[in-house]
């Protein structure tokens, strides 16, 4: 597929990029992304989250009263889960919530997300963009250009861009991460997909290798 250039005034270059329809143009496999996404996400956890059990709480051992005779129910200790302050029973306890995916997999689910943004009109391409200091107006003033001041962005750069990335880093809804560092969990996480025109055969070299 053909998508329009845009400058970084918004308009038009009269050029035009071709799309490789392998990666943005295939039929999205659902349960890949669902897998992807899943993985990125149990990634994201600490697992640090802890409770502590009857024989980690400090207190007597002491048994409360006799065993029978008493008319109540048998107890033990103050330890007791069943008292305030006593131990939690099947509390959590730390854990990694990390798992394995195949690259394959990993690899048709951003194909898969990808083709979602291009058939739902999500993705713009620009030409490459830079600034000479950081400053976020600059950047505002590029999605204003762009009509997504009100938007989720990802802008997607061939190389590591310094400026571009700290004028962009105050804004929420708004992130610039290298092509090679593109997931699926960013790109449907955003309403609109901004591809520098230099990170297009990046994306392409990444997502076509073995």
Do not use: C
Request: proline fraction near 2%; hydrophobic fraction near 30%; charged fraction near 25%.
């Amino acid at each position: 597929m053909e998508i329009a250039i845009l400058n970084k005034e918004g308009n038009s270059t009269n050029r035009k990029v071709e799309l490789n329809d392998s990666i943005f143009g295939i039929t999205p496999n659902d349960h890949a992304i669902y897998l992807d996404v899943k993985q990125h996400l149990a990634n994201q956890r600490q697992g640090t989250h802890k409770s502590k059990q009857r024989n980690e709480i400090s207190g007597s051992t002491r048994k409360l009263h006799k065993q029978k005779g008493t008319g109540g129910s048998r107890k033990g200790s103050i330890k007791n889960p069943l008292y305030k302050g006593g131990g939690r029973i099947f509390g959590p306890q730390p854990r990694d919530y990390s798992f394995k995916l195949n690259k394959k997999l990993k690899k048709l689910a951003r194909v898969s997300a990808l083709s979602h943004k291009a058939k739902s009109g999500g993705i713009l391409v620009l030409e490459n963009v830079n600034f000479d200091t950081p400053k976020t107006k600059n950047y505002i003033q590029l999605l204003n250009n762009l009509k997504l001041s009100d938007k989720k962005t990802l802008f997607v750069v061939s190389e590591a861009n310094k400026n571009l990335y700290l004028s962009s880093r105050n804004l929420n809804g708004s992130r610039v991460i290298t092509a090679s560092d593109l997931n699926t969990y960013d790109i449907l996480n955003a309403n609109t997909l901004i591809l520098s025109e230099g990170s297009i055969a990046k994306i392409e070299n990444i997502l076509l290798s073995n």
